[in-house]
């Protein structure tokens, strides 16, 4: 079974382990942000960073999720640098925003000391589409 965007996604992890072998630990977490988005697009991606995507509730605007890196228009990435690996807050906040958004994927890189990652996916199928009362 192939995994959902998988391509783009080990794309990422080589950039990932790209930055992380040049860049040292303890570093904000902007230069890691940055480097990154220059590494993925020096291997042949799309990346957007610091993309806002609205947030719908009843079809109304009720604010703006800022995301880090969208990649290829079909991953979301989220970038850290805490010392520890990844929390179960971040994957449960990460898979927040995979629900109130349409895609599918989301990649979670920890650039701390302990080197992490999470790869999220919440399917179309199962989202809710629509907060809209249908009971009239």
Not at 70 to 99: C, H, M, P, S, W
Not at 101 to 111: C, G, I, K, Q, R
């Amino acid at each position: 079974m192939e995994l959902l965007h998988g391509d783009i996604c080990a794309i990422i992890l080589k950039a990932f382990y790209g930055v992380y072998t040049i860049l040292p630990s303890g570093l904000e977490k902007d230069f890691y942000k940055n480097a990154l988005a220059v590494e993925m697009q020096y291997l042949g991606l799309t990346v957007e960073t610091n993309k806002n995507i609205p947030v719908l509730y009843k079809e109304k605007s009720i604010g703006q999720l800022t995301i880090d890196m969208v990649v290829n228009n079909l991953v979301l990435v989220q970038t850290d640098n805490q010392k520890g690996f990844i929390e179960a807050e971040q994957v449960e906040r990460n898979k927040n925003y995979l629900k109130l958004s349409d895609f599918e994927v989301l990649m979670l890189l920890n650039f701390g000391v302990e080197l992490d990652h999470k790869r999220l996916f919440i399917t179309k199928d199962f989202k809710k589409r629509s907060y809209t009362d249908n009971n009239g």
